[in-house]
């Protein structure tokens, strides 16, 4: 119930930003999420108690679900692979593959520190599609990220980010097709559990 307030909370400010025209309503969201991660995770310091360290993780992760959409990640990632699992096994791979890639978030934009993030333009893709590009300046080394979103129940969610030229969707697509050419969905979930608590 606290996580779906929070995530409530985030998506009332969300709409309170992006009263504009419809066509920038998807750079605002994005942006906007970006920010307030980046500002939570700067808040968390060391002298914090472990209770609030965590009620501030919960913030930040409220944060992230309110314009990042996990099953479309997951559902891309897999691709044609998705119609192998069972039912059980589908909502045991989403469970794991959304904390995995919700710990992947976090630990990056904490690594971003005083890094410069810059969004620069909107692109249309399709009529529900677009593209977020950005760049993350850090030193004199700038880095392009670009954020694909789709509408979902009339709401902008992100499915796929791009860093480099390189594909999130494309890269643990190309690993679970190969996964999965060897082994079955269990194996992918066995492996997936592995690596959500390794990164503890």
Known sequence: MKKRNLIALVLVYLHSVCLEAETIAPLVKVESTVNIVIKLLKEINPEMTEEVRAKKLLEVRAAIESSFSFEQVARRSLGRNWKKFTEDELSSFMDLFSELLLKSYLKNFSGIGE???????????????????????????????????????????????????????????????SILRRGNPQKLIEILDKKVNQSE
């Open 115 to 177: 890094a410069g993030i810059t969004f620069e333009q909107e692109r249309k893709l399709s009529e529900k599609k677009v593209e977020i590009h950005s760049k993350v300046t850090i030193e004199n080394t700038q880095l392009p990220v670009v954020y694909r979103m789709t509408l979902v129940e009339n709401e902008w969610q992100v499915y796929d980010a791009i860093i480099e030229g390189v594909s999130l969707v494309a890269n643990y697509r190309s690993q679970f097709d």
